[in-house]
């Protein structure tokens, strides 16, 4: 019996035949096909939508500024910790406008004494893109040992400054 299987096995292997080489088409083809229509696609585009178009290709191949507004204390050393009472005490805070146009600012400037807050002066400028502005408050204590927050806020931006001084 093992020599019979022996026999058809080399009978059948002595039948086989080589299966003959398939040419196949270059592999290029397709890719370049796909590149030539996303082209002409986007060729179509640029046509019908230029504006959009050229938009896009700014942002996406040139640095685009960052508007953004500065708000600090002028001079923080200046800044007294030790407020008087029943006196005027003062503060200087500076804003800087890059937005990239002019923009009017509203302040606010409050003291808080852990409770009562009180308003010491709100306004509107406006400030030349690039441009900065001081404005100096005068704000007056009402209690003795007491600690106050002193807050600077631009409305509308959501930045705020803070310093704290305390009544002796």
């Known amino acids: 019996m093992n020599a019979s299987v022996d026999e058809e096995v080399t009978g059948n292997q002595e039948n086989l035949t080589v299966p003959p080489k398939i040419t196949r088409r270059p592999r290029w083809k397709l ?14 585009l640029a046509a019908t939508f230029p504006n959009q178009v050229k938009y896009q290709v700014q942002i996406s191949l040139f640095r685009q500024t ?22 005027k005490n003062k503060l200087s805070f500076t804003v800087i406008n890059d937005q990239g146009d002019s923009r009017s ?13 009180e308003l010491v002066t709100r306004g509107v400028f406006t400030v030349k893109n690039g441009g900065r502005l001081t404005r100096t408050v ?9 600690r106050y927050l002193i807050t600077v806020q631009l409305n509308g931006l959501d930045q705020s400054i803070h310093y704290d001084g305390v009544t002796s």
């Open 31 to 44: 890719p370049i096909s796909i590149g030539l229509v996303g082209v002409t696609i986007v060729a179509g």
């Open 66 to 87: 960052t508007p953004y507004t500065q708000l600090f204390f002028t001079n923080p050393a200046a800044l007294s910790s030790q407020l008087r009472v029943g006196d």
């Open 105 to 117: 600012y509203q302040y606010t400037v409050t003291v808080d004494d852990a409770g009562r807050k």
């Open 138 to 146: 005068l704000f007056e204590p009402e209690f003795r040992k007491t």
